[in-house]
């Protein structure tokens, strides 16, 4: 299983985009496109991530996952076909093997949510023994 | 205030740079990468021996790198063909990424090295994401692992340069149908070529080294329709480990 380790390097990725933009306090959510023959499991990934975004500024983050099925194009016929899965990579209209990949190898971070800005000081309520 | 960014990367975008560096690197020197996956079990380290010792013979200079979990036992079973060997231990990870690799090349592999065959952890899931930098991506599977196994397996076997078939000698007796085997490969993976071979009766011995030297030679390899991607997206990984390396002789090994 290597989720775990995708699920470091989407928040290694996000963690370098909130210091670049220099004033993230925290962040919401991250929106991930997972194909269809990427090969995770995105169950698995979404435990993984949760467990590993403990102590980063990712820490509550959801993760949002975006399935994309897979679609091929036969280069000589132009036929278009969804593979499924197992993937079909021959085309099912001509046999032809010159396939093209449209779309199902995706393991791409989209999108990120967070806050930023300059952080308000919260005054907190005096305990008893300050007054 | 909450805003939405957008991100647009690749997960495995510095894995897959390292790699690109890795392999720009290795063919700098002369060094070309086979990259050996397949499930635990299915007879890569008993293939390889074989291969090694041929290469030896024929003074082809050439090097393994065994991953796996626990023990050195490949190394050791490598290395008598007298070529330099090293075991990396991965302590529970599933896989090797390009990172490791190039740590563990450091200061072990001989500058003459044409071939390096690095014989992946024993798992056709998690290795099959992680370009290490080869030039030549193998997938074996043995005639008792069942002809679906291609198709359970669907982005290890589309993702390969070519697919061997192990332990021949005993197809008969588990009943292997070599035609579905291969039609199951065809779906996932149009127009790879699927050898056969069987390590202890000496059958297609060899041609996985005459392959080997043919892709470092530059021979045009088969590009399977999984690695063609419309969109040429790259890939990011960060890895977290250590490194103890002792050389023992021909057989040196290390943890990541």
């Known amino acids: 299983m290597h989720e775990m380790s995708l699920a470091m390097a989407v928040i290694g990725q996000v963690e370098e985009a909130a210091q670049r933009a220099g004033d993230v306090t925290a962040v919401r959510s991250v929106r991930l496109q997972v194909g269809e023959l990427a090969g995770v499991v995105p169950d698995a990934l979404s435990f993984c991530f949760e467990l590993a975004c403990a102590g980063t500024v990712l820490e509550g983050a959801e993760l949002v996952t975006e399935a994309v099925p897979g679609r091929a194009r036969c280069a000589p016929c132009a036929h278009e076909w969804a593979v499924g899965m197992p993937p079909a990579l021959t085309c099912p209209r001509c046999g032809g093997a010159t396939t093209e990949l449209l779309a199902g190898r995706e393991l791409q971070i989209l999108s990120v949510q967070w806050e930023d800005g300059p952080t308000h000081a919260h005054p907190r309520e005096p305990i008893s023994e300050e007054r | ?256």
């Open chain 2, 1 to 256: 205030m909450c805003r939405v960014v957008d991100l647009q990367q690749a997960v495995l975008a510095k894995n897959d740079e390292t790699a690109h560096t890795l392999r720009a690197g290795l063919a700098a020197r002369g060094t070309t990468v086979v990259n050996l996956l397949s499930s635990p079990g299915s007879g890569k380290t008993a293939l390889l021996e074989r291969e090694l010792g041929l290469a030896r013979e024929r003074s082809v200079p050439v090097a393994a790198l065994t991953a796996d979990l626990a023990t050195e036992n490949d190394a050791q079973r490598l290395a008598r063909s007298g070529v330099p060997v090293k075991q990396v231990l991965t302590d529970g990870l599933c896989h090797l990424e390009a990172g490791m690799l190039g740590r563990h090349l450091e200061g072990w592999l001989p500058d003459d090295t044409r071939l390096l065959f690095v014989e992946n952890v024993g798992n056709l899931v998690c290795p099959a994401s992680y370009d290490l930098g080869e030039t030549l991506r193998v997938v074996l599977a043995s005639v008792t692992e069942g002809e679906d196994k291609p198709l359970k397996y669907p982005t290890a076997f589309g993702l390969a340069h070519l697919v061997v078939v192990t332990k021949t000698d005993i197809a008969e007796a588990v009943e292997f149908d070599e035609a579905a085997f291969r039609a199951n490969v065809e779906r996932v993976n149009p127009g790879v070529d699927v050898l056969l071979t069987s390590a202890r009766r000496d059958r297609g011995v060899g041609a996985l080294l005459d392959r080997a030297l043919a892709a470092a030679d530059g021979a045009p390899l088969h590009e399977p329709v999984m690695a063609r991607r419309p969109d040429g997206a790259s890939h990011t990984h960060r890895h977290h480990g250590h490194e103890h390396p002792h050389g023992t002789g021909a057989m040196a090994h290390s943890h990541s």
